[in-house]
């Protein structure tokens, strides 16, 4: 049997281990590899919750081991060190993850398909490395939530104002603005040392570009500028930023803007681990791959979702996004089970459904696009809200099907009306 390893359990690592596990792996016609450094899969554009309190990771995080014995692909827990393309192998950290412990596990591989997803870029910016937090994974989240939460009660005690300054005015920033207003309102609900969200907690969000949300339409984008604004979040747009100290962001301008908690969510970049494979990248060292996602110098080598670089001829480059990466793991499962591998080689095409943005309960901004016609349509309000929650619905049923995610779902709405809106530790 060939051996098929991927490394990245994100949206798309784990749905194509799913997808080849239940052909490849079931059939005993290929073993399939799964290595993540993290236990369990957790939906990165969900990260946001989880750093305003709104969802518990533990409750909600998906545990490697346990779905690959369902799905019949093995899972590695271990951090890529590096891999060795002329023999064919990956090394891995030592079991426990220390690097000083223990020896260095080697896996060796037919196929290596790269879905090391995506990391904040701070694109040099004097400061934003050392001072700022970032939504790279549910780790990064969670200390974003302790120093919110604490932040919170602290002003509710001392009756000082907390600035939380998010950079960065794309979904990640305005969603975390609006999630964290909410979360501030409901610890006042909850009576948190006498906190007065209005007055005690002040969210800002700064953006480069002339309006919030750029891939969206510009009254899209407005209509969510608006909603911020009445929740009494400060927009700045046009706005780039020139430094980042430990308590405050100063623009190009020279303006300070107060920050006892600054996230950074401007951009992303791939990991660090593309540069050293010797592979073909562009500027933010995402590998570049053809139409059948191979890695342009390397035949044995696939890269899909955020770290990999596809432009298609037609449409352009493929944006980082989920919904790109789940047709990409539908795309590699179906080329990676055929059995003729010396074919003809279909090509990868992405279409575009659409993109929406989360500002809180009940309400979202986005729009959809047909996949027959192309049209777009825009949504907003309640309607865009209940769409966006089915996103993460279709995702779920990717990788368990229909009847798990209804048991999940009546869970979800079980523990919602029992457990506060807001975690606390």
């Known amino acids: 049997m060939e051996t098929i390893v991927i490394v990245g359990g994100g949206a798309g690592g784990l749905e194509l281990a799913t997808r080849l596990g239940d052909t490849l792996g079931a059939a005993k016609r290929a073993r399939i590899v799964l290595v993540d450094r993290s236990p369990g899969h957790f939906w990165k554009p969900l990260l946001h919750t989880v750093a305003s309190g709104k969802c518990d990771p533990q409750v909600t995080e998906l545990a490697f081991t346990a779905h690959a014995l369902d799905h019949d692909f093995d899972f590695i827990q271990g951090e890529v060190l590096c ?34 997803g995506a990391v904040t870029n701070f694109y040099n910016v004097p400061g934003a490395a050392r001072h700022a937090l970032t939504l790279d994974s549910v780790a990064d989240a969670e200390a974003f939530r302790r120093r919110f939460v604490d932040g919170c009660i602290g002003a509710g005690e001392r009756k000082e104002q907390v600035n939380v300054v998010i950079v960065g005015g794309g979904a990640t920033g305005v969603e975390l603005a609006a999630e964290l207003s909410n979360s501030a309102r409901a610890l006042a609900e909850y009576r948190v040392h006498a906190l007065d969200p209005e007055r005690d907690i ?45 308590n405050a962001v100063i623009d190009t301008a020279g303006a300070a803007h107060r920050a006892d908690l600054t996230l950074w969510a401007a951009g992303v970049e791939a990991p660090e681990l593309c540069a050293n494979l010797g592979l073909t990248l562009n ?42 990466a789940h047709q990409q793991a539908m795309f590699l499962a179906e080329l990676l089970s055929r059995r003729d591998d010396d074919g003809p080689r279909p090509g990868f095409r992405y279409h575009d459904y659409g993109s929406l943005v989360s500002l809180g309960p009940q309400t979202a901004v986005g729009v959809l696009t047909g996949a027959i016609t192309g049209k777009s349509i825009r949504v907003g309000g309640a309607t865009a809200s209940l769409l966006y929650e089915l996103m993460y619905q279709k995702h779920l049923l990717q990788l368990h099907g229909a009847l798990r995610v209804a048991a999940q779902t009546l869970a979800d709405w079980l523990r919602a009306k029992i457990l506060p809106p807001v975690r606390l530790h």
Do not use: F
């Open 283 to 324: 500027h933010i060292r995402q590998i570049v791959v053809d139409s059948s996602l191979r890695a342009a110098c390397d035949s044995r080598i696939y890269a899909l979702g955020d770290c990999a670089s596809y432009v298609c001829p037609v449409k352009g480059a493929a944006p980082p996004r989920a919904q790109v």
């Open 202 to 246: 002040r969210i800002t969000v700064i953006e480069r570009g002339d309006h919030l949300l750029p891939h969206l339409h510009p009254l899209q984008s407005q209509r969510a500028a608006n909603h911020l604004r009445s929740l009494g979040i400060a927009v700045r747009t046009a706005t780039a930023v020139a430094h980042v100290t430990d």
């Open 83 to 116: 891999v060795d393309r002329a023999h064919q192998t990956i090394t891995l950290t030592p079991r426990g993850g220390r690097h000083d412990d223990g020896v260095c596990r080697t896996i060796g591989y037919d196929k290596l398909v790269l879905a090391l």
